[in-house]
């Protein structure tokens, strides 16, 4: 009875770990991403775009989106997961190093990052040329919506510079 009981014990230890792994990635653009925010918030989300670098940006384009148009100002930052951060300069004492001592954590969801050679194809790109086109995979955080200061705009908002920004944190670049 005991050897049935441990062997119960062993398989659910071994079930467990792959279903925590398997969540759905949803396929997605930053365009309806930003039309949508609450919708795709703590999700895993699979989008191209391009990330943009220089000081106090460290963001994914939107420009094609057209959502200034219907006085939706959204955009969205990118941090990486895990233990590696982008070191982008951004705000009020905000450390520029790249390193971090624990696994990024936001709003209660801890995040990873798949360091291989896209990975760092990528980074290194983004750090030359201030720019670079990717793939990502990514959790979004959508943060909270604010109404701006002529009352019929608005952005949502809680992260990167000033907090003017919705989040993405790449897990990894495909």
Partial sequence: MRSIT?????????????????????????????????????????????????????????????????????GIWV????????????????????????ELEIEGVQTSLVENDRFRAFDSRVKNKGHASATFIGRYFSGKKDWSHRGTEYLWGGFGHMGMYSLLVIQEVK
């Avoid at 990486?80 to 001592?101: I, Q």
């Fill in 6 to 74: 441990l062997s119960i014990l062993v398989l659910a230890l071994l079930v467990v770990p792959l279903r925590a792994h398997s969540e759905e990635v949803i396929s997605t653009t930053a365009c309806e991403v930003i039309a949508n925010p609450a919708a795709f918030n703590h999700t895993l989300v699979k989008l191209i775009g391009t990330v943009y670098q220089s000081m106090e940006k460290f963001s994914l384009s939107v420009t094609l989106c057209g959502a200034e148009k219907v006085g939706n100002w959204t």
């Fill in 79 to 102: 941090e990486y997961g895990g233990l590696v951060r982008t070191g982008a300069k951004y705000c009020c004492g905000v450390p520029m190093d790249r390193n971090r001592s624990t």
